[in-house]
């Protein structure tokens, strides 16, 4: 694989693993009192789509931050 693919999917992955855990924390920490209310399968869709926002929005923010400091 060339070098600058590898080095975008590592980065990407890094940054979604990050995201991945906030998001966990965050949902566990009961921040959204709303999600409680929800019924079983209305909770899953919730609770994958607020994981979501979390990893691609700090996947994105980690890898343009990479590629940012790797030309300085």
């Not at 009192?33 to 923010?61: D, K």
Request: aromatic share 16%.
């Amino acid at each position: 694989m060339p070098r600058l693919i590898s080095f975008m999917l590592t980065r990407l992955l890094i940054g979604f693993a990050i995201g991945t855990v906030v998001g966990l924390i965050i949902w566990t920490n009961g921040v959204s009192p709303v999600a409680l209310s929800l019924v079983a399968p209305e909770r899953y869709i919730a609770f994958g789509m607020f994981v979501y926002l979390f990893a691609s929005t700090i996947g994105i923010s980690y890898f343009s931050t990479a590629l940012f400091l790797d030309d300085l």
